[in-house]
């Protein structure tokens, strides 16, 4: 019996038990079919656009199209053909891994030019193409909800349970409140105790457009994204695929905004208590101000196929732990900011 012996079998033992790193997805698939609205027959040939982009397919001869590596967001499609009346679906979501699925139905027409039909496309309410349990939280919810940074977003997903710094362990819900969850106080460093599927903290994998945040040493995440700087955040709590690796009880997916057309357009918001803490500065002494700055657009004098996404934070403290009794003021300044570069 011959056993194998040598140098070399530490390096293959350590080959096979290195982790495999993949990287997630940060686009989606847009697919469909498109059939005569009168006969129900497939219409090969037609053309469907996203509208502001140059993404684009044409219907092979069963009327089925493919439109591939979409970035996360909300679009305009627009099918035509000459001797059918263009038709367009708004508010078609992509997802980030995910395929969205819209048909269209074309009226034939005598060569005339009418109005384009607008129809509103609407989430279906169970997704053939999810694999695994998902909650998607898009920009526009996010606008809406009390948080500045990714944790914030996380903590109020239905199933996850986080560990206050200090306290006993919470059920997360609307009045969910941890370092950087609402607002108040951003951090850049700990994993404030997300926990998932009764996992520890350091068994989820935080993942940013496909690249892995943990902390090589301890695992969590080493540092969390300004809601400003957010497109989609996917909560994955069971069922995950093989892609993400070095994940035990759930997957964080935060997927980042691209650039847009135009030279340069933005947001500025700021959010400050110098309202309420001058009423009484002697016991309420916050002094918290928090500056948010996203930027996007097309990089000029490069072509048009470069686009550039900017965001920035800068929060500043007067008090990290205010009292009701007047205490020795403790300035801190905290800077964040993120770019990115599509091409």
């Avoid at 790193?21 to 079919?33: D, P, R």
């Avoid at 053909?81 to 005598?110: E, H, N, R």
């Amino acid at each position: 019996m011959n056993i194998l012996r040598g140098p070399f079998v530490p390096v293959i033992l350590f080959l096979l038990i290195l982790p495999v790193c993949v990287w997630a997805g940060t686009t989606g698939k847009i697919v469909g079919t498109i059939q005569d609205k009168e006969t129900g027959e497939a219409i090969p040939g037609v053309s469907v656009v996203v509208e502001g982009t140059t993404m684009g397919a044409s219907t092979d001869a069963d009327g089925r199209y493919f439109i591939i590596n979409v970035p996360v967001g909300t679009y305009t499609l627009k099918a035509s053909m000459i001797g059918y009346t263009p038709q367009k679906q708004v508010k078609v979501k992509a997802s980030a891994d995910l395929t969205t699925t819209v048909d269209f139905k074309l009226a034939s027409t005598v060569l005339e030019l009418p109005e384009a039909i607008t129809v509103t496309a609407e989430r279906p309410m169970v997704d053939q193409s999810r694999t695994s349990t998902m909650h998607i939280t898009t920009a526009t919810e996010i606008t809406s909800m009390p948080v500045s940074t990714s944790d914030g977003v996380v903590v109020n997903t239905a199933g996850v349970v986080f560990d206050r710094i200090g306290g006993p362990v919470s059920q997360a819900g609307p009045a969910a409140t941890v370092q950087g969850a609402e607002g108040d106080r951003p951090t850049d460093t700990a994993n404030p105790g997300i926990n998932l599927r009764g996992g520890r903290d350091n068994e989820v994998l935080f993942m940013v457009d496909g690249l892995s945040i943990n902390d090589p040493i301890i695992g969590g995440q080493s540092t969390s994204m300004s809601t400003n700087a957010i497109a989609e955040v996917q909560v994955i709590t069971g069922g995950f695929n093989a892609e993400y690796g070095n994940a035990m009880s759930g997957v964080v997916n935060i997927v980042t905004p691209e650039g847009g057309p135009g030279l340069i357009h933005g947001t500025y918001k700021v959010s400050t208590d110098k309202g309420v803490s001058s009423m009484d500065t002697d016991r309420y002494d916050f002094g918290d101000d928090n500056h948010f700055l996203s930027l996007k657009g097309t990089l000029p004098f490069v072509g048009s196929g470069i686009k550039y996404f900017f965001s920035g934070n800068l929060y500043l403290a007067d008090d990290w732990s205010p009292r009701l009794h007047k205490l020795n003021n403790h300035p801190q300044q905290t800077y964040r900011g993120q770019g990115k570069l599509t091409y």
